[in-house]
């Protein structure tokens, strides 16, 4: 299992920013896609944005267009979900992971392998 860690979450008012970061001490991320997932109270796990080791990116919600981006900095071994003109319902754990192909962004969240801990992002006024 390749597990990573998520941080970078808080409190923040309606139309804040915030920035995740996903990273781990054991091995490079470099060659691997990472994707991001999110999770509210008493909801589904939502995939939210993939990224591949070429920097190809796939989006999984239509609510985070246009706000949301990730990137990658390998120098950092870190991959960085940009969160912008948060709404309250971007609140819950934000979590991040390998897909279980290590190379592609898959089409489905289902498709990753074990998630991390989370970090948990609340949108509150």
């Known amino acids: 299992q390749l597990q990573l860690v998520e941080s970078g979450g808080g409190l923040v008012q309606p139309g804040g920013s915030l920035r995740l970061a996903c990273t781990t001490s054991i091995f490079s991320l470099r060659r691997y896609a990472i994707g991001w997932s999110r999770q509210a109270p008493g909801k589904d796990r939502e995939g939210v944005l993939c990224?591949?080791?070429?920097?190809?990116?796939?989006n999984y919600a239509d609510s985070v267009k246009g706000r949301f981006t990730i990137s990658r900095d390998n120098a950092q071994n870190t991959v960085y979900l940009q969160m912008n003109g948060l709404e309250p319902e971007d609140s819950g754990d934000y979590y991040c992971?390998?897909?279980?192909?290590?190379?592609?962004?898959?089409?489905?969240?289902?498709?990753?392998?074990?998630w991390g801990q989370g970090t948990q992002v609340t949108v509150s006024s």
């Open positions: 992971a390998v897909p279980k192909d290590p190379y592609y962004c898959p089409g489905v969240v289902d498709d990753f392998d074990s």
């Open positions: 990224i591949t080791s070429a920097g190809g990116v796939i």
